[in-house]
Structures are given as C-alpha cells and as structure tokens.
C-alpha cells in the first residue's frame, strides 16, 4: 500500500476531470477510479481529478 509523505495510506475514489494514463488504461473523463493517496494528490494538483464526495445514507435511522 502507498504511503503518502504524511503518513496517510490507503486509496481515494477520485472523478476524472481530464484524461489520463493510470496502470496502463486510459481514463476518460467522467470515469471514477479508486488510487493511492499519493497518485491522487498528484492529480488533483494537476487539475486531472476531482474528490468524489461520500454518497449520503439512503436509510432513515430508527430510534
């Protein structure tokens, strides 16, 4: 697993705004794709991506 310079690890589901090579695809724009942290804040930098905000709960909580 990616370890970014801050000690974050894991990967981040990013929408791609431009696009790119990654793993020997090329992503569309439109397409989402799930990246280390490291390859996401590089293209975030870039203007490549887009954070892809967690999907809101569907389901009314009881009490």
Do not use: C, H, Q, W
Not at 11 to 28: H, M, N, S
């Amino acid at each position: 697993m990616a370890e970014d310079p801050d000690g974050v690890t894991g990967l981040v589901t990013l929408r791609v705004v431009f696009p790119f090579g990654y793993e020997g695809v090329i992503r569309k724009d439109g397409d989402t794709v799930s990246v280390p942290v490291d390859v996401a804040r590089n293209l975030i930098a870039r203007g490549k991506a887009a954070l892809v905000s967690p999907k809101p709960a569907t389901e009314k909580r009881t009490k």
